[in-house]
C-alpha cells in the first residue's frame, strides 16, 4: 500500500510558476514510476508527465512540453512537477500517481495508487 499526499498547489497568474510535490508513504518509494495527471472542470482526466523509478527518463504531454519538468528524489520519497509559463488552460486538479507496471505511463491505468489531488488555478 502507497499512500500518495500532494502539495503546492494554488493561484498564480499566467506565465507565473508553482512546483507540486508528492509525497509517498513506504519504502519502495523507488520500486514505482511516477506520474502527474490533471482534470480540469467539465473535462475528462488527461495525462500530463511521468518519471521511471530511477528518473532516468521522462515523457511529457505535448500542451505541457517545455514548459514542466518532473522531477524525483527517491530519498525523501518525493516526486515533484515543475510548471513554469503557466497558462489558464493549465487550471486544473493536479493528481499524482504511481505504479509499478507501468510501460508507457500515459493512462491512468497503469497506475496503482493514487493522490487526493492539489487544485492549480491560473489566473488570465
Known amino acids: 500500500q502507497v499512500l500518495l499526499v500532494e502539495s503546492g498547489g494554488g493561484l498564480v497568474q499566467a506565465g507565473g510558476s508553482l512546483r507540486l510535490s508528492c509525497a509517498a508513504s513506504?519504502?519502495?518509494?523507488?520500486?514505482?514510476?511516477m506520474g502527474w495527471f490533471r482534470q480540469a472542470p467539465g473535462k475528462e482526466r488527461e495525462f500530463v508527465a511521468r518519471?521511471?523509478?530511477?528518473?532516468?527518463?521522462?515523457s511529457y504531454a505535448d500542451s505541457v512540453k517545455g514548459r514542466f519538468t518532473i522531477s524525483r528524489d527517491n530519498a525523501k520519497n518525493t516526486a515533484y512537477l515543475q510548471m513554469n509559463s503557466l497558462k489558464p488552460e493549465d487550471t486544473a486538479v493536479y493528481s499524482c500517481?504511481?505504479?509499478?507496471?507501468?510501460?508507457?505511463?500515459?493512462?491512468?491505468?497503469?497506475?496503482?495508487?493514487w493522490g487526493q489531488g492539489t487544485r492549480v488555478t491560473v489566473s488570465s
Open positions: 513506504g519504502r519502495a518509494f523507488g520500486t514505482y514510476a
Open positions: 500517481a504511481a505504479g509499478r507496471g507501468v510501460v508507457v505511463g500515459t493512462t491512468a491505468h497503469e497506475y496503482d495508487y
Open positions: 518519471i521511471s523509478q530511477f528518473g532516468a527518463s521522462t
